[in-house]
């Protein structure tokens, strides 16, 4: 079966460090768009980062820049988002998705068509 499993999820202090990590199985993604969204309580669900299949290139929601970095693994199967400094409006639920539609940059959730389950990341004050 077609998956995509992030791990890395957790609690942490208003300026700590979290990297998330995203891990595909039952087919290769390694062609593809890889991102990452989240979703805070009552809010809708928000572009964070995403990463061309090669790894070459890289976008960012406004939110999140110079603060988180999008990397693929070297099979490129992989995906890690590292999270520095964060801060309590990071808390969300964070999930990976994979684009294998078409590339170029994809910021909206409907250009994603493979999604995971989703890992918590709490930042307290």
């Known amino acids: 079966q077609e998956q995509l499993v992030e791990s890395g999820g957790g609690l942490v202090q208003a300026g700590g460090s979290l990297k998330l990590s995203c891990a595909a199985s039952?087919?290769?993604?390694?062609?593809?768009?890889m991102g990452w969204f989240r979703q805070a309580p009552g809010k809708e669900r928000e572009f964070v980062a995403a990463i061309s299949w090669s790894g070459g290139s890289t976008y960012y929601g406004d939110s999140v820049k110079g603060r988180f970095t999008i990397s693929r693994g070297n099979a490129k199967n992989t995906v890690d988002l590292s999270m520095n400094n964060l801060k309590p409006d990071d808390t969300a639920v964070y999930y990976c998705a994979a684009n294998t539609q078409y590339a170029g940059p994809s910021y909206e959730i409907s250009e994603y068509d493979y999604w995971g389950q989703g890992t918590q990341v709490t930042v307290s004050s």
């Open positions: 039952g087919r290769t993604f390694r062609h593809y768009v």
